[in-house]
């Protein structure tokens, strides 16, 4: 039983590749054991089943079994990091040939490292001499590093499952002896190889459409992205400028209105002049001025009939 890691940072496909790797690898035969890093109390059961509640109450392992599979849950009290020996000791070696491990990048045992340089990530196989090969979608910058490990293309999935397969075997790349037993006669291995091959090669097409389709997809959501944040920020300058406009305009119809105003006070002060004038004229030209003035003329004559003659002499 031998035990290979798939690492990179988070991000660059570590399960994508490993799934895919499992699939190929036991279709030719190979017997391979999944062992997953998580996060930090996870929950491996399902909330309310009869083995969760055994275990919450304080089993420190609890079997969970069917005829179909069965599951160990160990409870780590007070919690310690794991170790690979002690994960592949749990483990049947009468029932695996290879063991996948994703994550624990740190740990002291074979790495295939899965990198992708745009992500902006420093390259582990640099300086962990574990790592044996590089999977990434960008070998030819990766190899002009000079790295002391071969460098993979990331969507070349027969190669990937050739070089896992070789690591399998001890160096051994034919993997057809431990798939299958071919007749007395020797006719059904190349046929069956025949339908091998064509398999993988279709499954390593689709892999690369789905590759390609995926970074289609995350390059035109990046893409439509920006442009709607450029929208955003192009809205927000125009509506800026409007509303600086608004204020402008707003300034000055008030001025406008100010002088408006004055305007306003100044003509109808005039016009009130002008309608008392005209109400003047109108009364002098129908005489209503001149009887007014006539009322008080006879008093004056009287007044002038009885007073005595200032030049005449008193004596006269």
């Given at each position: 039983?031998?035990?290979?890691?798939?690492?990179?940072?988070?991000?660059?496909?570590?399960?994508?590749?490993?799934?895919?790797?499992?699939?190929?690898?036991?279709?030719?035969?190979?017997?391979?054991?999944?062992?997953?890093?998580?996060?930090?109390?996870?929950?491996?059961?399902?909330?309310?089943?009869?083995?969760?509640?055994?275990?919450?109450?304080?089993?420190?392992?609890?079997?969970?079994?069917?005829?179909?599979?069965?599951?160990?849950?160990?409870?780590?009290?007070?919690?310690?990091?794991?170790t690979i020996p002690a994960l592949l000791a749990v483990l049947n070696p009468q029932l695996i040939d290879l063991v996948l491990i994703e994550g624990l990048r740190s740990a002291d045992y074979p790495k295939l490292e899965v990198h992708r340089p745009s992500l902006g990530q420093p390259l582990l196989a640099v300086t962990d001499r574990r790592v044996i090969a590089v999977a990434t979608d960008e070998p030819e910058r990766l190899q002009q590093l000079g790295l002391?490990?071969?460098?993979?293309?990331?969507?070349?999935?027969?190669?990937?499952?050739?070089?896992?397969?070789?690591?399998?075997?001890?160096?051994?790349?034919?993997?057809?002896?431990?798939?299958?037993?071919?007749?007395?006669?020797?006719?059904?291995?190349?046929?069956?190889?025949?339908?091998?091959?064509?398999?993988?090669?279709?499954?390593?097409?689709?892999?690369?459409?789905?590759?390609?389709?995926?970074?289609?997809?995350?390059?035109?959501?990046?893409?439509?992205?920006?442009?709607?944040?450029?929208?955003?920020?192009?809205?927000?300058?125009?509506?800026?400028?409007?509303?600086?406009?608004?204020?402008?305009?707003?300034?000055?119809?008030?001025?406008?209105?100010?002088?408006?105003?004055?305007?306003?006070?100044?003509?109808?002060?005039?016009?009130?002049?002008?309608?008392?004038?005209?109400?003047?004229?109108?009364?002098?030209?129908?005489?209503?001025?001149?009887?007014?003035?006539?009322?008080?003329?006879?008093?004056?004559?009287?007044?002038?009939?009885?007073?005595?003659?200032?030049?005449?002499?008193?004596?006269?």
């Amino acid at each position: 039983m031998r035990a290979l890691g798939i690492v990179g940072y988070s991000g660059s496909g570590k399960t994508t590749l490993g799934e895919r790797l499992i699939a190929i690898l036991t279709a030719r035969g190979v017997r391979i054991a999944a062992v997953k890093h998580a996060h930090h109390g996870f929950e491996p059961d399902v909330r309310g089943k009869d083995s969760d509640r055994l275990r919450r109450a304080g089993a420190v392992q609890t079997l969970v079994f069917s005829a179909e599979r069965w599951a160990l849950y160990t409870e780590q009290n007070p919690p310690r990091p794991p170790t690979i020996p002690a994960l592949l000791a749990v483990l049947n070696p009468q029932l695996i040939d290879l063991v996948l491990i994703e994550g624990l990048r740190s740990a002291d045992y074979p790495k295939l490292e899965v990198h992708r340089p745009s992500l902006g990530q420093p390259l582990l196989a640099v300086t962990d001499r574990r790592v044996i090969a590089v999977a990434t979608d960008e070998p030819e910058r990766l190899q002009q590093l000079g790295l002391h490990c071969p460098v993979l293309r990331l969507n070349d999935l027969i190669a990937l499952s050739d070089f896992v397969g070789s690591f399998v075997t001890g160096g051994k790349s034919d993997m057809s002896d431990t798939t299958s037993t071919p007749p007395a006669d020797g006719t059904g291995k190349p046929q069956f190889e025949d339908l091998r091959s064509k398999f993988e090669e279709r499954l390593g097409h689709l892999a690369k459409q789905i590759d390609d389709l995926s970074e289609r997809f995350t390059k035109g959501a990046v893409e439509a992205r920006a442009s709607v944040e450029a929208d955003i920020v192009k809205l927000k300058q125009e509506h800026q400028d409007e509303y600086e406009q608004f204020q402008k305009l707003q300034k000055v119809a008030e001025e406008i209105w100010v002088v408006l105003q004055k305007r306003l006070d100044i003509v109808a002060g005039n016009v009130r002049s002008a309608v008392g004038q005209a109400v003047d004229q109108a009364a002098s030209a129908l005489g209503i001025a001149h009887a007014e003035a006539t009322k008080s003329e006879p008093a004056k004559t009287d007044v002038a009939q009885t007073a005595p003659d200032a030049s005449t002499p008193s004596d006269k």
